[in-house]
């Protein structure tokens, strides 16, 4: 048994009943459930349609997001997550950039690692060899007046963990950023790059190991292991190209606003939802958030 979700954006919440019980009709589903009024509906399936993805683009218009999947545990036990343009608006790299002031030279390398026209780790290492000399100080600025949480961010860390799931936040960013965000958001614990410093200043250099594509999918397999889970009971979600491992390898991984390369392998895409979404995919209606 399949379960189709429709999610449109929280901030009009403009679902249409019609078009939920048109789509239904169609495709010989069950009765529609409303998981939030005007914004998100499901309704049950016995297998995935042949026209699953001409229906998904046609309601992309429509600023409809579809997900199809089965429906025997989907409710997961741990939340795996990016932290830039994941958990937080922002790449962090890009904000300390501006301050540095070589902002568009660094999220120009940004934009094309994220696509996986670059490879991560090099391009990291380039991009944090701009930062030398700034000062350390300057990172407590920019959490302070340029980063801001990814609606819903809240809710679906606290709703999960409500329901006994444990929340890992695993970013190719830095600590000094994954820290804080953690903190915040109530994450159980956090895993990113370290920025190296000196007298006060950034030396321009990160500390090794890289954290990358490769350390999103160990740390998936290493919590997993430690708490005698499976990569089947865990919900990831991510944006960018070092997140492809880690979303194939989870029970359901989720393309949240992510860049067109990752879209294209994923088959859970949330682009007009928030973070919410995730919560909706698991058959959370919006009572039983916790907020």
């Known amino acids: 048994m399949q379960v189709v979700t429709l999610i449109t954006t929280p901030t009009e919440r403009n679902l249409d009943a019609a078009l939920v019980d048109n789509l239904r009709n169609a495709w010989g589903g069950g009765d529609a459930h409303w998981l939030a009024i005007d914004e998100a509906a499901e309704f049950a399936i016995p297998s995935v349609p042949d026209n699953r993805w001409e229906v998904w683009a046609d309601l992309q218009n429509a600023c409809v997001d579809l997900v199809i999947q089965p429906h025997e545990g989907r409710r997961?036990?741990?939340?795996?997550?990016?932290?830039?343009?994941?958990?937080?608006?922002?790449?962090?790299?890009?904000?300390?950039?501006?301050?540095?002031?070589?902002?568009?030279?660094?999220?120009?390398?940004?934009?094309?690692?994220?696509?996986?026209?670059?490879?991560?780790?090099?391009?990291?290492?380039?991009?944090?060899?701009l930062l030398k000399d700034l000062p350390v100080g300057m990172i407590d600025q920019v959490l302070d007046e340029r980063i801001t949480h990814m609606p819903g961010g809240y809710e679906l860390v606290?709703?999960?963990?409500?329901?006994?799931?444990?929340?890992?936040?695993?970013?190719?960013?830095?600590?000094?950023?994954?820290?804080?965000?953690?903190?915040?958001?109530?994450?159980?614990?956090?895993?990113?790059?370290?920025?190296?410093?000196?007298?006060?200043?950034?030396?321009?250099?990160?500390?090794?190991?890289?954290?990358?594509?490769?350390?999103?999918?160990?740390?998936?397999?290493?919590?997993?292991?430690?708490?005698?889970?499976?990569?089947?009971?865990?919900?990831?979600v991510g944006d960018g190209a070092n997140d492809l491992g880690m979303l194939k390898l989870a029970g359901t991984g989720v393309a949240l606003h992510a860049k067109p390369t990752v879209q294209a392998e994923c088959d859970i895409r949330i682009n007009h939802g928030d973070l919410t979404a995730l919560l909706f995919l698991q058959g959370y209606g919006r009572d039983e958030f916790v907020t």
């Open 76 to 129: 997961k036990k741990m939340l795996l997550a990016d932290m830039d343009s994941t958990m937080i608006r922002q790449e962090c790299i890009d904000e300390l950039a501006a301050e540095a002031g070589v902002g568009p030279r660094v999220a120009d390398i940004t934009a094309r690692a994220m696509n996986g026209a670059l490879d991560f780790e090099e391009a990291l290492i380039e991009r944090v060899g």
């Open 158 to 236: 606290q709703t999960m963990k409500a329901h006994g799931a444990y929340a890992a936040l695993v970013s190719g960013g830095f600590t000094a950023f994954t820290s804080r965000v953690a903190s915040t958001l109530g994450f159980d614990e956090n895993r990113a790059n370290t920025l190296l410093s000196e007298n006060g200043k950034l030396t321009g250099d990160v500390g090794r190991p890289i954290l990358g594509k490769a350390a999103k999918v160990e740390a998936l397999q290493d919590i997993t292991s430690r708490l005698g889970l499976k990569a089947a009971d865990v919900l990831a």
